[in-house]
Structures are given as C-alpha cells and as structure tokens.
C-alpha cells in the first residue's frame, strides 16, 4: 500500500498494508505473461529526452489526494484525472487512500491538491468494499469528483487509456506524490518487470513510496497503462499464505481492471 498519513504537524504515522495476491513463481499454471525485448539502442541523450516528453505529456493529469481523518491526522495519495467537462472533473484513486487506515468508513474530508497549496474539495462517487480492497490488491480503486476550476492557474487534461497489449520489459513511468504532498507529481522511471494477467497486476521497478497510492503508471508516450497500489506480496505457501515484500519491485492495477471497475459502476469515459 502506499497511502501516506500524517499527524499534525509533520509527524508521520504508519498505514496499514492492504493485501494483496500475486502468482508464487512463473511457471504458475493461473497466469499468463508477455515478453518483449528492451530496446538498448538509444543513447542517453536521447533517453533524456524521451523522459522528459513522457513527463509532459501526463504533468497535468496527475494530482494529490488528501485526506483529513481527524483534527490532528491526515492522509495523502495521488490520482489521475480521467475525464473533465464544463461541469465537473473525476478522479481514479486507490480505495484505501479515502477511507481510515483501520476502518472500512470513508472520509467525508477528500481533496485534491493541485500544487501551491490549492486543494479543491472531492466527492467520492464509487468505490470496492473495504472487503474486496483487502482481499484482493487490485480491488483498490475508488471515483471522485470535484467541480471543474474555473481558475486559469489549473491546467487539467484527462488521460489517455493505453489500447495496447503490454509486455515485459516495457519501458514506464510512474507519476506520484511520494511521502509527502511537497513532493507533488515527482517523477520515476522503470519497466515492467512481469504481467501478471489473472492477478490484474503489473509488477515494475518505477520506484513507488508510501504517498503514491493512486498514482498512474504510464507508457512512454504518455498512456495510462495502471493504477499503483504497493510493493507487497501475497505468496502461496503449502501451509497457505505468507507476505513478502520484493526488493525494488512495484505493483499496478491494470487499465483493463480500472476499465471494468468504471463500468461496472456505469461510468463512461
């Protein structure tokens, strides 16, 4: 899980973990992989640049989430706008991002942050049951809304959902607020280190921290390819299951997931 909380001022209090449930080893029979070949070809000026482009294309889609669960404490997570018109803007965020770290009661104090301390307050539209978040890691999502700003000094553009198939070793980019909303819309790059196809899950080394939950993992070319959740891990063992965390390995829900959870919720992008 990577929800970020705070208590007031800047001391920062620990989240609980939301579970998660990964395939044990490759050879699993339930999941299935694609693989493709990093192109090495490109200098690193070049690379530069092609960060740098795939950063502009997303900067102004991807925000802060926070949420006040009390007089003294707050969360925070990020998220990415996924459609605006004239009247109002919505939001894909993960589902433990809006609701207290140890209960299943969502905030009625959600925000998000654009940058310079502007925050605009949120609505929450849909979510999973605090039960599927926790059962099921790529079960964390939640909708918000917020009233379009008529302000000039916001620029929002809604994302674009990937269409393509992707494969191991793609190159990506993770877009978040790590650790703290100061750190709003840092970037970091890495690939996809394994498609995890039944688990709706992308694992990838575009490295995430407590703070970017609700963050968008994106192509290259500025698609929305995942939703970050966490770097945990649901293990099967003969005795049943165990958690592990993986060393510089991330999670992401898969558009094709965020997509169903939008329509089962009669939601059209």
Known sequence: MKKLMFAIPLALAVCTLS????????TSSTGSEDSSEIDSSLETTEIIT???????KVMHSCFGVRNILSSSTYAIGSCVCIKEDDEYSYFITNRHVIEASDTSKESDSISIYFGDGIYYSA????CTTYAERTADQSDDLALLRISTPSSDSIEIDPVEFSSSVISKGASVISVGCPLSLTNYNTLTEGIVSKVLTSQNLYMHTATINPGNSGGGLFTLDGKLIGINVSGDYKLSTEDGY???TVDDMYNAITYEHVESFLNENNFDL
């Open 19 to 26: 579970s998660c449930d990964l395939l044990s080893n490759a």
């Open 50 to 56: 092609t960060y740098t482009e795939a950063y502009s």
């Open 123 to 126: 609505t929450l539209l849909a």
């Open 242 to 244: 165990t958690y592990n």
